[in-house]
């Protein structure tokens, strides 16, 4: 039996009292569980005595940063595209009231499926077919997410929609002044020569900005039931997105993977290239440059890891995990593979 009182990030009677008062069919007491995964805004599993079950999402613990951990911002996105092709939870509510929780939060319909977080969990689907489709669809649905039009589905106000690559870079540098515990000159270099050679940026769309398989929720088929974590959201150029999914989908034989130990490394999932060439294929679009937006998405892979490893190190996770330092390490292997990429290596 889990025991809500003694879960990290939740004031089990603030957030009991929110249920009883949003949720009418949630049936007192409510457990909570902190999901495993992520290392951003927090995820937790809500299951009342009927056996029904939500999902919350939170900021992390402590201090935080810009819009990133805004959660009425990323209600918006999920609600906004419920109606649309592309599958998200459904939301179940907003609470903005800090007194609550210490926090806002919202919380979603639990998505019941596999997350394809490592190789282990590949093997959820042993057929090499079934992992193959498995990453088509993960392209197909990245094309989903950049067709849809802002605009009539109420995010046109999201964010900018010009200059999206020029506004990320001065976020993430900015973004890297305040959450690095060190100098490295790969972040400011490549920062200054990615700033000089912007790509002309074709029509604006969604931007999911962390866009890669592990923040999907399969069915038992290996359909797409969901995509999560949307706290990056924005407007902008949908080849950043691409380029990051490059960054992210690790094949054998890398040198530098950049999260774990990826169940796209597993027999039977596409290529690099092959998700590239259905991606281009799908949605028309020149990736003719998109060796720019792989060298970005390493370098805000730098980035946002650098901003892990500060919150680990401040406690903002809870007790840090054996091997949080790995992460510094990681940090600096990908600003190299960014300042490398920009080169055209």
Known sequence: MLAPMSVEGI?????????????PQAEPPLEFERIAGGHSNLTYSVRDSGARRWALRRPPLGKRLGSAHDMARE?????????????????????????VNEAPFYVMEFVDGPILRGLAEADAFPNEGDRRAIGERVADTLVEIHSV??????LGDLGRKEDYVARQLRRWHGQWE????????????????????????????????????DNMILTPQGEVAAVVDWELCTLGD?????GLLMVYWAQEGDDLVALGQPATMAPGFPTRDE??????????????QLDFYVALGYWKLAIILEGVYARYTAGQYGKADPGVEQFARLVERLAEAADEAERGG
């Open 178 to 213: 305040k959450s690095k515990t060190r100098e490295l000159e790969a972040v400011d270099s490549v920062h200054e020569r990615l700033t000089a050679r912007i790509p002309e940026q074709g029509p604006a769309t969604i931007v999911h900005g962390d866009y890669r398989l």
């Open 275 to 288: 998700i590239r060439d259905r991606y281009a294929q799908r949605s028309g679009r020149d990736l003719s």
């Open 11 to 23: 004031d089990a009677e603030g957030v009991g009292s929110w249920f009883a008062a949003n949720v």
């Open 238 to 242: 949908p080849l950043a997105d691409v």
């Open 75 to 99: 209600h918006k996105v999920v609600s906004a595209l419920g109606p649309t092709p592309v599958p998200v939870p459904p939301v179940v509510g907003l609470c903005e009231d800090e007194s």
């Open 149 to 154: 039009d802002p605009d009539a589905v109420g």
